[in-house]
């Protein structure tokens, strides 16, 4: 039963989006969608341990939530005309193979311009990322409360709105693409270290979700350079997930990975995209900039080879481009190895991000270099508290209950926010 339970678990990941978006296409309503693949999921927790898996789990779903979606509509005797479009699809579902695409519809649906860009990052995490709300909530640093109120508004908008279930025309995909693009890093983001405690601490099928559509789009739009910068940085972070967390379940910080265990196919690809950009002549973007700087470090062989001076450089642009908090204490982290702790730490202690653990973590081990022990604990003290990723707090805790012993400098020991 508990194998059967972690099928059910992976069915989940992997077949979510597909189910959701689905029904979509075929009723138009995304209340609906996500209720019945909600439904489906739950007969198949009741039915499989009973029945068995079926061949194609994936097509039990999509058939069993087509069903109860048209059971549904037919209850609903004041909505005739869909009581008719549920008569006319109750016998032609179609197989699952050819749904693939409509994962990106649901994508560019969820992320039409009529929605604020926070609704359409929070709707898309829902409906494409499957992400529950409290796990959103979390990635946005607000109360999940409001998160599900942000949620619901998207979704009727879309209902009132009449917003087409689609993948605009290719004049129109240009003014589109950034929202799209914003949204599909924010789920590679949060399968990259996911944030609800109760989860796995990487979860590849959002990565590997984020990557395939992010290169449906490149499809679409070859010569766009943020387009491929996403991508680029994605494959890149991608390269050193087998490294990232240790067999005990701590994360590993990028400056103590094992560099033999990363995808050189993958660092290969990424360094080619980059590179291609910078012989383009065209100024950079943020996801540019940024795979750019995961490229100095994918080069590095050794830690101690990284370029930092070009790394603070790049963020330097970056900067300039998008000031936001997190990004500056990005950037300071890669001060720290340039300049030292004390100069990163000035820089550090303005940023108004009391709210975000890696804010904490990464003050505690400026301060831990700096030999301020006590300060250093309440910081750790403090990132674990606001830490949800397992990973992730088990190295806090551990790097916390070091302080007990000598105080050692070095690079690479930086969490999350410094490309773990």
């Known amino acids: 039963m508990t194998d059967l339970g972690e099928v059910i678990t992976r069915v989940h990941r992997e077949e979510w989006a597909r189910v959701v978006a689905t029904l979509a296409r075929r009723f138009g309503d995304l209340d609906i969608a996500e209720e019945m693949a909600a439904e489906a999921f739950a007969t198949a927790v009741e039915r499989w341990p009973v029945d068995g898996l079926p061949p194609s789990p994936g097509a039990w779903l999509t058939t069993t939530a087509h069903r109860k979606a ?23 579902p179609e197989p699952l193979g050819a749904i693939d695409d409509d994962r990106l519809r649901l994508v560019f649906t969820c992320c039409h311009p009529a929605l604020a860009m926070e609704a359409r990052v929070a709707l898309t995490l829902r409906m494409v990322g499957g992400l529950t709300v409290p796990e959103i909530a979390r990635a946005f640093l607000v109360e999940e409360a409001a998160m599900g109120r942000r949620i619901t508004r998207a979704k009727a908008k879309i209902k009132a709105a009449r917003i087409p279930y689609g993948v605009p025309s290719r004049e129109d995909i240009p003014a589109r693409v950034t929202g799209v693009l914003a949204v599909l890093y924010l789920i590679f983001n949060e399968g990259y270290l996911a944030s609800d405690p109760e989860k796995e601490a990487v979860r590849s099928d959002l990565t590997a979700e984020a990557i395939r559509l992010t290169r449906l789009i490149r499809a679409l739009m070859p010569a766009d350079g943020e387009v491929a910068g996403l991508l680029a940085l994605m494959l890149l972070t991608e390269a050193r997930r087998a490294a990232r967390v240790s067999a005990s379940g701590e994360l590993v910080t990028i400056g103590e990975q094992d560099r033999g265990a990363w995808d050189r196919e993958l660092i290969a690809e990424g360094h080619a995209l980059v590179r291609a950009r910078l012989v383009s002549g065209q100024a950079p973007g943020r996801y540019q900039i940024l795979a750019a700087i995961n490229a100095v470090h994918t080069d590095a062989r050794d830690a101690r080879d990284t370029d930092w001076s070009q790394v603070v450089a790049l963020y330097g642009q970056l900067v300039r481009l998008d000031p936001s908090p997190i990004v500056r204490l990005n950037r300071a982290i890669a001060v720290a190895e340039l300049d030292g702790p004390e100069v990163a730490l000035a820089e550090v202690n ?22 301020r022990s006590e300060e250093s604990r309440a910081a750790y003290d403090r990132a674990i508290g606001l830490a949800g990723n397992t990973a992730e707090t088990a190295y806090l805790i551990r790097r916390r209950d070091q302080l007990a012993g000598p105080c050692t400098a070095g690079s690479g020991s930086t969490p999350k926010a410094a490309s773990a």
Not at 71 to 89: F, N, P, S, T, Y
């Open 70 to 92: 048209i059971d549904r509509i037919r209850r609903e005797v004041r909505r005739e005309e869909k009581h008719r479009e549920a008569l006319m699809l109750a016998d032609t």
């Open 350 to 371: 303005g940023l108004p991000l009391e709210g975000y653990h890696a804010f904490h973590a990464t003050r505690a081990d400026l301060l831990r270099r700096l030999g």
